[in-house]
């Protein structure tokens, strides 16, 4: 289920919070993800040895409008069925408060959010063979979840973010698709895979999107100012792709979109 054979994918996702400590102690207790380095500034989170989540605490930052451009969420994919079947008897027992639960086609996927509010998804891909319609199309519903159905996946208890716990995708909030997509495809390289009323999904190597951008809280959202929320967004590229990019983008590995949320690339070991 994992996205590491496509030629890019998901890094690490940075945030800008607030209250430091609080936030850390929610990834780790909501998601499971282990504290790999943190000090009065800054905290990083993954699962395994792979970071997932940078914070940087910003007591005085601008706290971000939720109709500005920026994260509308950060999908964490599970590594199987099982695996998130276990974290919904733990959401269940925590009483995390879940926003939305919805089969997508492509995946299962839960919503919530941190307490910055944040948006996150949690997720596990069905087989790939049922992405596609019969013209070989990504083809991405939004039905409700049998969460019975998935809570009964489940063979273990939960013991927190699992080994393969990835960031599948990011969702972003953006003021325009059409210029979105002139950036994540155009200049990112990432193949537009569907769209939705409002919306543009990118996938690379033929998964069904490791970004989105939407306007659905954000038409004509202005270029973003410093403030709580997404600060940067890390993808990790094969060298081919890490080359092309830097060719269109002036050989810079540090890009920001049209709306300055802040897009880093790193070549993949």
């Not at 943190?38 to 706290?63: F, K, M, W, Y």
């Not at 939960?158 to 979105?180: I, S, T, Y």
């Not at 950036?183 to 490791?210: C, D, E, N």
Request: hydrophobic share 40%.
């Amino acid at each position: 289920m994992s996205t590491a054979t496509a030629p890019m994918e998901i890094g690490t996702v940075t945030l800008t919070v607030h209250d430091l400590t609080r936030t850390a102690d929610f990834y780790a207790r909501a998601l499971g993800l282990a504290k790999l380095a943190s000090d009065r500034t800054e905290a990083t989170l993954g699962a395994g040895n792979r970071a997932l989540v940078r914070l940087i605490a910003d007591p005085a930052a601008r706290q971000r409008s939720p109709r500005e451009a920026g994260l509308f969420h950060t999908a964490f994919l599970m590594p199987d069925r099982p695996a998130l079947g276990a974290w919904v008897h733990h959401a269940a027992g925590s009483r995390l408060p879940v926003q939305g639960a919805s089969d997508h086609k492509v995946s299962e996927a839960i919503y919530f959010a941190d307490p910055e509010g944040n948006g996150i998804e949690i997720y596990v891909d069905r087989p790939r063979s049922a992405w596609t319609k019969p013209d070989g199309s990504i083809h991405m519903t939004t039905d409700p979840l049998d969460i019975d159905y998935l809570a009964a996946s489940a063979s273990t208890s939960w013991a927190g973010a699992p080994e393969g716990m990835v960031v599948g995708h990011v969702h972003l909030q953006v003021g325009d698709v059409k210029q979105a997509e002139d950036f994540y495809s155009g200049t990112l390289g990432f193949p537009v895979t569907a769209h939705y009323p409002g919306a543009a999904f990118y996938g690379a190597g033929g998964y069904h999107h490791h970004l989105a951008t939407n306007v659905w809280n954000s038409r004509g959202a202005a270029p973003r100012t410093p403030s709580t929320g997404l600060t940067a967004v890390e993808i990790l590229a094969d060298a081919p792709s890490l080359a092309a990019i830097k060719a269109k983008a002036g050989r810079t590995t540090d890009l920001t979109d049209p709306w300055n949320t802040r897009i880093t690339l790193t070549e993949k070991s």
